[in-house]
C-alpha cells in the first residue's frame, strides 16, 4: 500500500470532528488540510488530533510513503526516519515551518532516491542545505533567510528544472561559478527579490526562464551569458541599469532570447545590438527620450514594444524609428510626452496605446495603412473635437465601438470623426479642462 501523510493546518472553519488529521490513499498537491499536533500519526482509518501545531515532525513513517505534507505547521526539526529510507517518496511539503538548517540533518534524506519536488519556501534557512536528493526536478526555497549557496550544494542535482530562490539574502558572494553550473537539466531559476549587483556566472545552457529583477544589477556582462544560450526570457525589472549598465553587445550570446524585460532601470535609452530573434521589449518606466532611426533596426522580428512612461518627446522619435518592425502587433507609448502621432507606423499593428500624453490633434496620416488596428488608447490627452482632421478614422477597419459614452452631442460643422462607428476599444466622453469642452477618447 502506497501512503500519503498529511498534517497541515486547515485554513477552514470546519468542525474539528471532521477528520481533521488523516492518511488519504492519493495526493497531488499541498493544501492546508487539518489541524496537527505531535500526535498526529498515519493510519489506515482516521486519526484525529489536537488543534495544535506540529513543532517536531513524526520521527517514523511508513517506508511506503508517496507524498508528505507537514505545511503551515511550527516545524523547527526533522528526524533522519522522517523522509529518510523511503524509496517511493515522491513529493515532501514542508513549506511555512520554523526550519533553520540546525532542523535538517545532512541525512535527511537518504535512502530515499525518487523525491522529484521539495518544498521548503517560507521558513529559516539561512544557506542552501546540503545533502538534497539527487532525483530533484523541483525546489522551492523562496522566502527565507538564504545568503549563500554552499560550493557543491548543488553538485548532483542534474534533474532539477526549476529552482526558486526569490526573497532571500543572496550576494555576489554567495554565489560562485559552479553554483549552478552542474544543472544540466534547469530550465526555471528565479533570482528575483535578492541582493545581487552582477549576473550570476556558470549559467546552465539549458536555461530557458532567468528571473532577475528586484536586485541590485548595475552591470550586465556578455561573458556571464555564454553559457546560457539557450535563454528565451530575460527578467531584469526594477535593477539599477542607468545609461551605461547595459553596454551595446551584451545580450548578443543570447541567440534565441524571446522577451527581456527592463521595466524601471533608467535606461535613457533603448539598448542597441540586441538579439536579432527578440520578439518582446519591455521597457516601461526608464528614462528613454529619445528613438533613432537605427535604434530598432538590430530587431526587426519584434512583435510587442512596450515605452510606456519614459520621457519621449515628438521631436524626438525619428519619422522612420519604426520602419524595420514589420511584424509589430503591440506598441504601448502611453505616459509620455508626445503632441501628435508618431510617423510610419508600422501597419500590421493591432493594439497601440497612446493615453497620458499631449496629443493635440489626430491626423489621418499617420493612420494610413493601419488596417489591422484593433484597439487604440487615446485617454488623458488635450484632444478638442475640432482637432480630430476629417477622415481620420477612415482606414480603420478593424476598430469598432466597444462602449459609447457622450454627454453632448457633437457639433453637426465637424465632419472629422465618426465617432460612432467602426472604432473598437474607443470610448467617448466629454470632461472639462481649464473650462474647454474636451473629447477624451480611450
Not at 500526535?39 to 513524526?58: I, R
Not at 530575460?234 to 545609461?243: A, I, P
Not at 518592425?325 to 510610419?344: E, H, I, K, V
Not at 460612432?420 to 480611450?442: A, D, E, T
Given at each position: 500500500?502506497?501512503?500519503?501523510?498529511?498534517?497541515?493546518?486547515?485554513?477552514?472553519?470546519?468542525?474539528?470532528?471532521?477528520?481533521?488529521?488523516?492518511?488519504?490513499?492519493?495526493?497531488?498537491?499541498?493544501?492546508?488540510?487539518?489541524?496537527?499536533?505531535?500526535?498526529?500519526?498515519p493510519s489506515t482509518s482516521t486519526t484525529t488530533s489536537s488543534p495544535q501545531k506540529l513543532s517536531v515532525a513524526?520521527?517514523?513513517?511508513?517506508?511506503?510513503?508517496?507524498?508528505?505534507?507537514?505545511?503551515?505547521?511550527?516545524?523547527?526539526?526533522?528526524?533522519?526516519?522522517?523522509?529518510?529510507?523511503?524509496?517511493?517518496?515522491?513529493?515532501?511539503?514542508?513549506?511555512?515551518?520554523?526550519?533553520?538548517?540546525?532542523?535538517?540533518?545532512?541525512?535527511?534524506?537518504?535512502?530515499?532516491?525518487?523525491?522529484?519536488?521539495?518544498?521548503?519556501?517560507?521558513?529559516?534557512?539561512?544557506?542552501?542545505?546540503?545533502?538534497?536528493?539527487p532525483s530533484l526536478e523541483r525546489l522551492h526555497l523562496q522566502n527565507n533567510l538564504i545568503s549563500k549557496v554552499?560550493?557543491?550544494?548543488?553538485?548532483?542535482?542534474?534533474?532539477?528544472?526549476?529552482?526558486?530562490?526569490?526573497?532571500?539574502?543572496?550576494?555576489?558572494?554567495?554565489?560562485?561559478?559552479?553554483?549552478?553550473?552542474?544543472?544540466?537539466?534547469?530550465?526555471?531559476?528565479?533570482?528575483?527579490?535578492?541582493?545581487?549587483?552582477?549576473?550570476?556566472?556558470?549559467?546552465?545552457?539549458?536555461?530557458?526562464?532567468?528571473?532577475?529583477?528586484?536586485?541590485?544589477?548595475?552591470?550586465?556582462?556578455?561573458?556571464?551569458?555564454?553559457?546560457?544560450?539557450?535563454?528565451?526570457?530575460?527578467?531584469?525589472?526594477?535593477?539599477?541599469?542607468?545609461?551605461?549598465?547595459?553596454?551595446?553587445?551584451?545580450?548578443?550570446?543570447?541567440?534565441?532570447?524571446?522577451?527581456?524585460?527592463?521595466?524601471?532601470?533608467?535606461?535613457?535609452?533603448?539598448?542597441?545590438?540586441?538579439?536579432?530573434?527578440?520578439?518582446?521589449?519591455?521597457?516601461?518606466?526608464?528614462?528613454?527620450?529619445?528613438?533613432?532611426?537605427?535604434?530598432?533596426?538590430?530587431?526587426?522580428?519584434?512583435?510587442?514594444?512596450?515605452?510606456?512612461?519614459?520621457?519621449?518627446?515628438?521631436?524626438?522619435?525619428?519619422?522612420?524609428?519604426?520602419?524595420?518592425?514589420?511584424?509589430?502587433?503591440?506598441?504601448?507609448?502611453?505616459?509620455?510626452?508626445?503632441?501628435?502621432?508618431?510617423?510610419?507606423?508600422?501597419?500590421?499593428?493591432?493594439?497601440?496605446?497612446?493615453?497620458?500624453?499631449?496629443?493635440?490633434?489626430?491626423?489621418?496620416?499617420?493612420?494610413?495603412?493601419?488596417?489591422?488596428?484593433?484597439?487604440?488608447?487615446?485617454?488623458?490627452?488635450?484632444?478638442?473635437?475640432?482637432?480630430?482632421?476629417?477622415?481620420?478614422?477612415?482606414?480603420?477597419?478593424a476598430l469598432q465601438v466597444r462602449h459609447r459614452l457622450v454627454s453632448h452631442t457633437l457639433p453637426r460643422a465637424?465632419?472629422?470623426?465618426?465617432?460612432?462607428?467602426?472604432?473598437?476599444?474607443?470610448?467617448?466622453?466629454?470632461?472639462?479642462?481649464?473650462?474647454?469642452?474636451?473629447?477624451?477618447?480611450?
Amino acid at each position: 500500500m502506497a501512503w500519503t501523510f498529511g498534517c497541515s493546518r486547515t485554513t477552514s472553519p470546519e468542525p474539528l470532528s471532521t477528520s481533521p488529521c488523516r492518511t488519504t490513499s492519493s495526493r497531488n498537491s499541498p493544501t492546508m488540510s487539518c489541524p496537527a499536533s505531535v500526535a498526529c500519526e498515519p493510519s489506515t482509518s482516521t486519526t484525529t488530533s489536537s488543534p495544535q501545531k506540529l513543532s517536531v515532525a513524526p520521527q517514523f513513517l511508513p517506508r511506503s510513503l508517496r507524498v508528505a505534507d507537514l505545511a503551515a505547521n511550527q516545524v523547527m526539526e526533522i528526524f533522519p526516519l522522517t523522509f529518510g529510507e523511503k524509496p517511493a517518496l515522491r513529493s515532501v511539503y514542508l513549506h511555512n515551518n520554523q526550519l533553520s538548517n540546525a532542523g535538517l540533518p545532512p541525512d535527511a534524506f537518504r535512502g530515499s532516491e525518487a523525491v522529484t519536488t521539495l518544498s521548503l519556501s517560507n521558513n529559516r534557512f539561512s544557506y542552501l542545505p546540503p545533502s538534497l536528493p539527487p532525483s530533484l526536478e523541483r525546489l522551492h526555497l523562496q522566502n527565507n533567510l538564504i545568503s549563500k549557496v554552499p560550493r557543491g550544494a548543488l553538485s548532483r542535482q542534474t534533474q532539477l528544472r526549476e529552482l526558486y530562490l526569490q526573497h532571500n539574502q543572496l550576494t555576489d558572494s554567495g554565489l560562485d561559478a559552479t553554483t549552478f553550473s552542474k544543472l544540466h537539466s534547469l530550465e526555471y531559476l528565479d533570482l528575483s527579490h535578492n541582493q545581487l549587483t552582477t549576473v550570476p556566472a556558470g549559467l546552465p545552457r539549458t536555461l530557458a526562464i532567468l528571473h532577475l529583477g528586484r536586485n541590485r544589477i548595475r552591470q550586465v556582462e556578455a561573458a556571464r551569458l555564454h553559457g546560457a544560450r539557450g535563454l528565451r526570457y530575460l527578467l531584469l525589472q526594477h535593477n539599477q541599469l542607468g545609461s551605461s549598465g547595459l553596454p551595446a553587445g551584451a545580450l548578443r550570446p543570447l541567440r534565441g532570447l524571446h522577451t527581456l524585460h527592463l521595466y524601471g532601470n533608467g535606461l535613457d535609452r533603448v539598448p542597441l545590438a540586441l538579439p536579432r530573434r527578440l520578439r518582446a521589449l519591455v521597457l516601461p518606466h526608464n528614462h528613454v527620450a529619445t528613438l533613432g532611426a537605427r535604434d530598432l533596426a538590430a530587431t526587426p522580428g519584434l512583435m510587442e514594444l512596450n515605452l510606456a512612461y519614459n520621457r519621449l518627446t515628438s521631436a524626438r522619435v525619428h519619422h522612420r524609428a519604426f520602419r524595420r518592425l514589420r511584424t509589430l502587433r503591440s506598441l504601448d507609448l502611453a505616459g509620455n510626452q508626445l503632441t501628435r502621432l508618431p510617423m510610419g507606423l508600422p501597419t500590421g499593428l493591432h493594439t497601440l496605446r497612446l493615453q497620458r500624453n499631449q496629443l493635440r490633434m489626430l491626423e489621418p496620416e499617420p493612420l494610413t495603412g493601419l488596417d489591422q488596428l484593433q484597439e487604440l488608447s487615446l485617454a488623458h490627452n488635450r484632444l478638442r473635437v475640432g482637432d480630430i482632421g476629417p477622415g481620420t478614422w477612415h482606414e480603420l477597419q478593424a476598430l469598432q465601438v466597444r462602449h459609447r459614452l457622450v454627454s453632448h452631442t457633437l457639433p453637426r460643422a465637424s465632419p472629422s470623426p465618426c465617432l460612432h462607428c467602426h472604432i473598437p476599444n474607443i470610448l467617448v466622453s466629454w470632461s472639462s479642462n481649464q473650462n474647454k469642452k474636451m473629447v477624451r477618447v480611450g
